[in-house]
């Protein structure tokens, strides 16, 4: 799989801009990294990498961004934070356009495996009010109650993700510090 084009979703990210560097390193040739940011905004920008602009809230962006590829990671959201969400309760939830189109693209365009980065915040809120830390497990995301606007588009958009029948991997990342 190493020919093979492989696509990074919010590759102008700062998770996004170490996997495209580590993808290099790995000797992976064909890189496609996705993001909306401006290209000096991005964290590392790699000149033998496809380098795209694009808005994946717009589907026939995301057909652009899948187009041959054989494996996307999809990281691309619509977040900054904590204090980002907190205060972009309704902005956030509209990275559900990015993460259906994308699913919808990928599908549609042969992709064959599909990395989906969701979030903790899908776990219920209530758990993850106190100082005294409880791991949380993947049973604690039902009954549902995460967090008011992000986490409720992550979880919405794994529930997407098991009905297209398209094999993905998730994680659910917490407190990734940059």
Not at 6 to 35: E, K, M, P, T
Not at 78 to 101: P, Q, R, W
Not at 108 to 137: I, M, T, W
Request: glycine share 8%.
């Amino acid at each position: 799989m190493k020919d093979g084009l492989i696509v990074i979703a919010g590759g102008g990210g700062f998770i996004g801009g170490h996997l495209v560097a580590s993808l290099r390193n790995q000797g992976f040739a064909r890189i496609r990294a996705v993001d909306i940011k401006p290209f000096d905004e991005w964290y590392q920008v790699f000149h033998d990498v496809e380098n795209l602009r694009l808005d994946l809230q717009d589907k026939e962006n995301c057909y652009t961004a899948c187009k041959d590829a054989v494996e996307v990671y999809c990281l691309a959201a619509d977040m900054g934070g904590m204090g980002f969400i907190e205060n972009n309760k309704a902005l956030c939830m509209l990275s559900v356009l990015i993460s259906t189109h994308m699913l919808l693209a990928a599908k549609d365009c042969g992709v064959k495996r599909y990395f989906y980065s969701s979030s903790a915040c899908v776990y219920s809120a209530d758990k993850q009010r106190s100082e005294d830390v409880v791991p949380l497990k993947e049973a604690d995301a039902y009954p549902a109650m995460p967090e008011d606007g992000y986490g409720w588009e992550k979880l919405f958009a794994e529930r997407a993700r098991h009905q297209q029948r398209l094999p993905v991997e998730e994680i659910h990342m917490d407190r990734i510090v940059a």
